[in-house]
């Protein structure tokens, strides 16, 4: 039989260096299915729901080092259940592509069964680009550029439509060569830009550096190290709420939190330099003040749209973070003393541990589970959380000495981090990876632990149990209305499954502890283990997160 399209779509993303597709099927999806009988170099992972392939995909793409994420959608209705993963990709800039079978042409004309106008139009929004494919000889060109797209200056997910008689027809072009397509380089900051952020930061009396996300993508986080060395300026990892990455070890002494607007090194800083991060990704309009007047505010980023968004920017700083960081130690007076470095204040960004021992009856509170975690942690163990109102004591509480040893997104799409987990243990099959979730974000995420059985990843899933929808109970808090007034939260109260029955019954061997000794002896299980398991820990449904 001549070789079809779907075979050339195969062949390309094999010369990329892709070697796993992750995909929940349909009949569309058929001609691919068949020509991957014939290419077993490429892994097709089957997925039973389309946010687990999405969050596979993003979980794989940030790890792996270079070839991109693939996800492979059916139909509209399938695009539409992966969508809270493309958005978490956008704003976790993996290279993400998103195949999405289509029907052939002639049932989109007449808006047949699963063929709505224009579903490219659903993902554009959470794409770098969305295109479908309009003839058979096009999609050879047409898939390297959505392959160029993803993978390059900043990276990020994108879509491309493959309707299904244009992918099972016979081939009719030659692939183009991945070499000519794969990479773009990055440009440079400009030189007067360079020159003005270094004197800022020489003559500041009380630097900040404010450690982004873009430094573990563009491998810069040792020479944020030096610079901040040079300098003797304290470093915070982003705000929480549009962290993404670990990009500063917590146990070198320049460390000095989280980004908050309370916390004394953000408080006594007279020049911050947002480095590669976000500067700022609001959760609620003004829950993030401006830095105070008279602060020089220097940002970098490596998408030039989101530089000064928020409150705008002095001096901003553009292109490769290895270059930036560079030049910005190039550019340092060669006789700059670092100032005295001590330790760092960060009470007030992270509150008080409290831990209130293990031998007392009740629920664990959350910083108690984040301690035990932290005893087990070593720079081999990478930690996804998505425990929405937990996350912040897991921040707080866990070492993140290696880049990128602990990620989460501020999509707010729950579910996230179940497949996610996934994706990072392909990406990195020496480490260990732990999945902290919270109870709401389990029930979207639930049939990753299929995928976990099957495949038997070694994944340990973390499930902190409040029973509750707590930032939404947060949320009326803030609100302070009747609901604060009467003590009813309505849509807060989630409480009832078995979680570790429902792990159980996915083939995935789970425990629930209620004690911070229980807890202590499962993770050392769980870290023993060959294969996936699941640890549900009961935790205050009253505790609301920060």
């Excluded at 794409?127 to 390297?144: F, G, I, N, P």
């Excluded at 009326?476 to 029955?501: C, H, M, Q």
Aim: glycine share 10%; with cysteine.
């Amino acid at each position: 039989m001549p070789q079809s399209a779907a075979h050339t779509l195969i062949d390309i993303l094999l010369d990329w260096g892709v070697r796993q597709v992750f995909t929940c099927p349909g009949s569309t999806e058929a001609p691919f299915l068949d020509a991957s009988v014939d290419r077993p170099e490429l892994d097709v992972w089957l997925t039973t729901h389309e946010l687990t392939a999405v969050t596979m995909a993003d979980g794989y793409a940030r790890f792996a080092g270079g070839p991109p994420g693939v996800a492979y959608l059916h139909t509209n209705v399938g695009l539409v259940n992966g969508l809270g993963g493309m958005y978490a990709a956008q704003l976790g800039r993996a290279p993400v592509l998103v195949l999405n079978g289509l029907k052939a042409g002639v049932i989109q004309s007449r808006r047949g069964f699963t063929a709505p106008p224009d579903v490219g139009a659903l993902a554009a929004g959470n794409a770098k680009w969305s295109w479908q494919v309009q003839r058979t000889e096009h999609l050879a060109e047409d898939l390297s550029r959505a392959l160029q797209v993803a993978t390059n200056g900043p990276p990020g997910p994108v879509w491309l439509g493959l309707p299904e008689d244009l992918v099972a027809a016979p081939a009719s072009t030659v692939a183009p060569a991945p070499a000519r397509s794969r990479q773009v380089t990055s440009g440079a900051p400009a030189p007067d830009q360079v020159a003005a952020a270094a004197s800022a930061l020489a003559g500041a009396r009380k630097p900040l550096l404010v450690a982004g996300a873009d430094l573990v993508r563009e491998d810069a986080v040792d020479l944020l190290v030096r610079l901040a060395e040079r300098l003797g300026a304290q470093v915070v990892n982003e705000d929480r709420r549009s962290f993404e990455r670990s990009a500063f070890p917590t146990g070198h002494p320049c460390y000095a939190g989280f980004y908050a607007d309370r916390l004394p090194a953000v408080r006594q800083a007279d020049v911050v330099a947002f480095l590669g991060a976000r500067c700022f990704h609001e959760f609620e309009a003004g829950s993030i003040a401006a830095p105070a007047a008279g602060v020089t505010l220097i940002h970098s980023n490596a998408d030039p749209a989101e530089i000064g968004k928020t409150h705008g920017a002095d001096i901003t700083l553009t292109g490769d973070h290895r270059l930036i960081l560079d030049q910005l130690l190039t550019a340092l007076p060669a006789d700059h003393q670092p100032r005295p470095t001590s330790p760092a204040d960060t009470t007030e960004a992270t509150g008080p541990a409290t831990v209130t021992g293990p031998d007392r009856d009740g629920p664990l509170s959350v910083p108690e589970v984040a301690t035990a975690l932290a005893a087990t942690v070593d720079r081999r163990t990478r930690i996804v959380a998505d425990a929405t109102t937990s996350n912040g004591a897991f921040f707080a509480h866990l070492p993140q000495d290696t880049p990128g040893q602990l990620i989460t997104t501020s999509s707010g799409a729950l579910g996230w981090g179940m497949g996610a987990a996934l994706g990072v243990s392909i990406a990195r099959p020496d480490d260990r990876v732990v999945a902290v979730v919270g109870d709401g974000s389990f029930q979207f995420g639930a049939p990753a632990l299929w995928v976990a059985a099957r495949r038997r990843l070694p994944v340990t899933y973390l499930m902190i149990n409040n029973g509750s929808y707590a930032a939404v109970a947060a949320a009326l808090r803030r609100y302070g209305r009747r609901a604060v007034e009467s003590g009813t939260y309505p849509g807060k109260d989630i409480a009832g499954p078995d979680f570790a029955a429902i792990s159980a019954g996915y083939g995935v061997p789970a425990e629930r502890v209620d004690s911070a000794p229980a807890l202590a002896k499962a993770l050392d299980t769980a870290a023993d283990a060959a294969g996936p398991r699941f640890i549900e820990v009961r935790t205050d449904p009253d505790d609301l997160g920060p």
